[in-house]
């Protein structure tokens, strides 16, 4: 069996699918606001490296956002097909952000937002060597519940 894979920045054109995958993977998303169409179109203008995908054999089996702040850089919404995990794949995507936000921008450290009741990538990120803070809160305010 060919098992094709290709890790690539997304591109606008691949809005659809990456909305399908964070649905079929259970990440919640917000459509009419900052996972719209024109935000993440808005994002990836500013920063068109900072959603990667992962295809095998032409189909998205797993994306992630990597961002720089200017200080750290950040990994969020990983998200590995159903129909595709336990192949390595989110590992990979993991080395992809860090590869790109330390060629990129120089990041000296890299941070993973993670939900605190998501234990699949808790130890996801754990193998990839990262530290969970003990004494660290992420706080947000937000304009609207949909950003």
């Known amino acids: 069996m060919i098992n ?38 808005r994002e990836l203008a500013r920063a068109p490296d900072s959603y990667l995908g992962l295809f095998v054999e032409g189909r998205l089996a797993a994306s992630i956002i990597a961002t720089f702040d200017g200080r750290k850089g950040w990994i969020n919404r990983l998200a590995v097909d159903p129909d595709f995990r336990g192949k390595g794949y989110g590992r990979k995507l993991v080395a992809a952000a860090e590869e790109m936000l330390r060629e990129t921008y120089g990041a000296p450290i890299i941070a993973a937002l993670i939900e605190q009741d998501n234990a699949p990538s808790r130890r996801l990120f754990a193998k990839c060597g990262y530290a969970h803070g003990e004494h660290i809160c992420y706080y947000s305010k937000r304009e609207h519940p949909d950003v």
């Open 4 to 41: 094709i894979t290709k890790i690539r920045p997304l591109t606008i054109a691949d809005y659809d699918a990456l909305i399908t995958l964070w649905q079929r993977a259970g990440l919640s998303h917000r459509p009419h606001g900052r996972d719209s169409r024109e935000a993440i179109a």
